[in-house]
Structure formats: C-alpha cells, structure tokens
C-alpha cells in the first residue's frame, strides 16, 4: 500500500528529523512536550498547506502515529472496518471484534462542523459501544459530550493524548511494555 505524498507529514517528519531536542524527549518519555515542541514550530507553516481542518488533521495523524510508535504502543491506523474508515484503532480491529472494552478508537474528523463530526461519531459508537472508548481529536473546540483534545496553538488539549492512551493501554493491558507508567 502506498502512501500518498502529503506535504503536511513531509513537514511533520523533516522537522522531527532536524530536531535536536525530539531524540532526547523519546528517551525520556516526554510525548508531551514532543507534542507542544511540533505544534509550537510546526503549526503555524502547515496552516498555508490547506484548510485548516484538514491539515490540522493530517499533523495529528502523522504525530500520533510517530508517537505511538515509540511509545511502543500497538495501533493500526487508517483501518477499513464494518465498511468505516477508522483513523486510529488501539490496539487493533481483532481486538475490537472480540472485546471493544479493551479498544480504543480515535477519530480525527478533519472538520469542525458539529453535525458531520456527530454523524462520523455516531458511525463509530456502531461499533465501539464503549462510548467512553472514542476519542476525538479536533482542530477547534467543538462540544461534543466526548473526550476530546484539540490540537491548535493556543488552549492545546492534544497533548494529554498521549498519557489518556497510555493509561488506557497500561490498564486494559494492550501495551506489552508498559513504557509509560501513568
């Protein structure tokens, strides 16, 4: 499967490349500070990439992804499922076949429209019934009745992501190493 070229997380990736302080953060598990570090020197350029929502999106996708990965954390990512495009499926779609207490999904609705973003969770609650087990990552504040984080420069909820999967992982033991101990 390719991946398309997206400028967005070839941006995303060079500056992680480039980045003298990243390396140093993963070795000591600061995913955070990872987090405000990209969106403090990443946010503002990837905005004249594209629309907002989208773009926004696209960087969320791209950093979770990386930070899952080092987190040692199991995820699929952009999963066909039940005929649904699931952005992010922890640990993976055979857990949540079989038990989707212990699944988490995360959406990334690259919108900030309140009716197509309840239309894509109402897709989602069909099959994840664990409500509380759907997170929603948002370019803008949008109130939802969700768990939400968003991901923008001021008031950035998106870093606690990391930590909220984290704790989900450790508790429903679907990360085998237990890297972050919340």
Do not use: W
Request: with cysteine; glycine share 4%; hydrophobic share 35%.
């Amino acid at each position: 499967m390719d991946e398309e070229v997206n400028p967005v997380k070839d941006y995303l990736f060079e500056h992680i490349k480039n980045s003298e302080t990243i390396p140093k953060l993963i070795a000591e598990k600061k995913f955070d500070q990872i987090i405000e570090e990209v969106t403090k020197n990443c946010y503002d350029k990837i905005l004249t990439m594209g629309e907002k929502e989208e773009v926004v999106g696209v960087l969320a996708t791209g950093l979770l992804h990386y930070l899952l990965t080092n987190a040692l954390i199991t995820s699929q990512r952009k999963v066909e499922y039940n005929e649904e495009q699931l952005d992010i499926v922890i640990p993976d779609t055979k857990t949540l076949e079989k038990d989707p207490k212990k699944t988490l999904l995360v959406c990334i609705p690259k919108s900030s429209d309140k009716k197509t973003i309840e239309g894509k969770i109402t897709h989602l609650e069909k099959i994840q019934p664990n409500k509380e087990n759907i997170l929603v990552v948002l370019s803008e504040n949008v109130p939802l009745g969700k768990k939400t984080f968003v991901l923008s420069k001021e008031n950035n909820s998106f870093s606690k992501i990391i930590f909220e999967i984290a704790q989900f992982s450790n508790v429903h033991g679907t990360s085998k190493f237990k890297i972050l101990r919340i």
